[in-house]
């Protein structure tokens, strides 16, 4: 459960106690520092924890429990912050995130984590590389935390712009099965502002909370800069989103106007069917006539009195070709023929 622990007397990494109690009671001998670093603890492991610092059992059952939304509160004298980190995997372009609870009091920070990331002991590698930051007790930890968190959403960020590029790409390109991608990033981006936004809210309370809670002024400085990182990491996720909803619109209207064009070669196509049509059947219309007139003086009673009329065979075919030229006129007049 407890990945790392350790004591800080004066910016400097003391040697801890092997168990919790001992960590604790040379901390507060010592006037130190202490740091506990745990992963995915059980409620009867964090239980431990909770009762040694004095944890707040709203503030408990939520770092037991995770899948909190990023928030900063404060139960005494012990802030409670949550964080959510994030990490961009290029192949299936997703972003993955993982919990960071943070429970910050006089003279102990602990932090629980609920996934991959962050890499804490980096942050432990810098503070104990940085004496100086490191003297300005807890909140300086919980400064180097916030600072690592925002630091790790600049790849995101750049990930999710290389992704939107290559669908803008593709839109313009007229690839109209972009659409999918183009949604699922959207649902990405929109996860990846979820987890931003509330950032800048919360370093904006540590700091309008430094004055009252004692907090170093050198330390508000950096506390400013991760601001101003959040700041401008929010601004180009709400520009991201915006972006993408646009080239949906375009999207859609490609894929419309590809649509309308396919219509269109289908309607072309079936006025030619159908003119061809036309033009079978008028001709069938004008064969058949002679045929017909033929078919019936063909059939050689003995009471057909044409049969035996000398007029009788040049009547029926100048009746073949006179039915043959008015329905020929007719389907002319018409169109048929044309």
Known sequence: MIVDSAIYVDGRRAEAPGSLEETYEATRAMGGVAW?????????????????????????????????????ERYGDTLFVVLR????QDRPETVE????????????????????GPDLSRVRRRMEAEPDILRCGPEAILYAILDRVVDDYGPVVA????????IETEVFGGN???????????RQVIEFQRATKPLVGIVSGLIAGGEKYGVDQELQ????????????????????????QNILSV??????????????????????Q????????AWAAILFAPTLIGTVYGMNFDHMPELHWRLGYPFSILLMLLVSVVMYAAFKQRGWLS
Request: aromatic share 8%.
């Open 36 to 72: 506990f670093g745990l992963y995915k603890p059980t409620e009867g492991e964090f239980g431990r924890v909770a009762e040694e610092f004095g944890l707040h059992e709203l503030a408990v059952e939520d770092a037991i429990r995770a899948h909190q939304r990023p928030k900063l």
């Open 85 to 88: 980190a994030a990490r961009y």
């Open 97 to 116: 995130f993982a919990e960071l609870h943070l429970f910050v009091g006089p003279d102990f920070v602990v932090t629980v984590r609920h996934g991959s």
């Open 159 to 166: 990930g999710l712009e290389n992704d939107i590029d290559e």
């Open 176 to 186: 109209a099965g972009v659409t999918r991608r183009t949604y699922e990033l959207a």
């Open 221 to 244: 400085q950096y506390l400013r800069d991760v601001q101003d990182h959040a700041i401008q990491v929010q601004e180009q996720v709400a520009g991201f989103r915006e972006l993408l």
């Open 251 to 272: 999207n859609l209207a490609v894929v419309g106007l590809q649509q309308n064009d396919e219509v269109k070669a289908l309607t072309e196509a079936s006025i030619a």
């Open 274 to 281: 159908n003119d061809e049509v036309k033009r079978i059947s």
